[in-house]
Every structure is written in structure tokens, then in C-alpha cells.
């Protein structure tokens, strides 16, 4: 069995934004040389999210509507007293910054309308993407 680690950074130019690294994730598998297993996504980061789902122009507008109500940026967190981003780290502690996608014949599987998503919460930064693909 192959363990291949592969990184990558991102620019993020928005507070709260979303960027489509499917690409990036599937460059990285293609070059592991992995073609059977699973590629193991994560942002080594606390306030920034990873999601599946379809990236269309009007579904984008809709995850940053809704992180913005539901974790709403500069309410009364307690912790917007240290860096005012609360938000940014009750929504990544949330939804997650791993994501684990079976790998078959070099790609990996997903559904047509699952992208993979980088959603920032607390730009804009540098992010760093880590893929670790393990497999045969
Ligand atoms: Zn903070």
C-alpha cells in the first residue's frame, strides 16, 4: 500500500467566500499514482470549512447566506472578545475541515454535482490544503 502526501496553498480574497479546489484535489490524486483507496482532504486550519456539493453561482450565494445567519459575524460570541471571529470557528468546528473520498481508477468517486469546496469563514488568508491519498 501507497501513503502520498501532496499540499497545496489557496488565496482567499473574501471574508466569507467559496472556492472550488476539485482540480487542485484531483491533480493530487492523479500524480499519488494511486488508483485504488481513499484520498483523506483536510485544511489545517480553524476557521475554514471543507463541503461536497455543487458549485453553481446561485447555490455559492446561498452557503455564505447561510453561514452568515446562522453564525452570525460580530455577535456576542465570547470568543469576539480575543479576534472577532467567532463565527469563523464555531461554523469550521461545525461543519468540519475532513473530508474522506474513495479513490477507483485514479479519480475519486464522486457525484456529479459534488465539487469539493474550501469554504473560507475568516479571510482572506493563505490556506493550505492537505491531500493524503492512501491505496494501491
Ligand atoms: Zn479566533
Redesign the pocket.
Known sequence: MKAVFAEFTVETRQRIEVVDITEMVERAVRESGVRDGVAVIHLPHA?AALVLNEYEAGLVEDMVRLVTEIFRPGADWK?NL??S?AHA?LASALIGSTRLIPVRGGRLLRGTWQNILLLELDGPRTRRVVVEVLGV
Open positions: 476557521t470568543h480575543v479576534d471571529n470557528h
